[in-house]
Every structure is written in structure tokens, then in C-alpha cells.
Nanobody, 116 residues
């Protein structure tokens, strides 16, 4: 059974940092390109970053390039998103899913709020 559980969100001031985690259950993880998505109020869900399964090639949305770093630990079935220099516009619920096609069951997400 596939399950994705996101954690690590919270309230942070502009310029601050957070590290999100996504723990996956199921044998698919090690062969899947995975991605982080976010959805702000009133906006569509968007892909923020993705990472391939084996060689760890990464891609980022222009809006987060240079500030966010995606990584994964296949031995732990876990993916991370290190977010630095956070801005108010990064405020959203963050989710993990397949990085090429988000076809896995969505988790509950983790709320990130950037505010002074």
C-alpha cells in the first residue's frame, strides 16, 4: 500500500529556513522520480522541485532555484526539501508525489507559512 507522509512545516519569518520530509511506504520509492509540490490559497498546485531515483538529478522551478534543495535517502524511503531564504510567497501547503506524473495517493501535506 502506497502512503506519503509529509512533515516539517511551520511558521517562519522571511529569510528563515525549514526542512521538509516526505516518508514513503511501499516498494516503489527507490525506482521513482519524486517531487515536491505546493499549493497556495486560491492557486493551482505546482511542482517545486524533483529528483530522479538513481543518480539524483534535480530540477527546480525558477521561483525557488538557488534557495531550495531537494534530496533523498533511498535506504530510508525519505525525501527532503531544504528551504532557505524563505519569502512570503513561499507560503503554501507542501506535498510530495511522483516527480514526472503525480499519480500516487496524495498525503495530507505540511503547511509552510512565511510571515513576520
Amino acid at each position: 500500500q502506497v502512503q506519503l507522509v509529509e512533515s516539517g512545516g511551520g511558521l517562519v519569518q522571511p529569510g528563515g529556513s525549514l526542512r521538509l520530509s516526505c516518508v514513503a511506504t511501499g516498494s516503489f520509492f527507490r525506482t521513482y522520480t519524486m517531487g515536491w509540490y505546493r499549493q497556495a490559497p486560491g492557486k493551482q498546485r505546482e511542482l517545486v522541485a524533483k529528483i530522479t531515483s538513481i543518480d539524483g538529478t534535480t530540477n527546480y522551478a525558477d521561483s525557488v532555484k538557488g534557495r531550495f534543495t531537494i534530496s533523498r535517502d533511498n535506504a530510508k524511503n525519505t525525501m527532503y526539501l531544504q528551504m532557505n531564504s524563505l519569502k512570503a510567497e513561499d507560503t503554501a501547503v507542501y506535498y510530495c508525489n511522483g516527480g514526472n506524473i503525480p499519480s500516487l495517493p496524495w498525503g495530507q501535506g505540511t503547511q509552510v507559512t512565511v510571515s513576520s
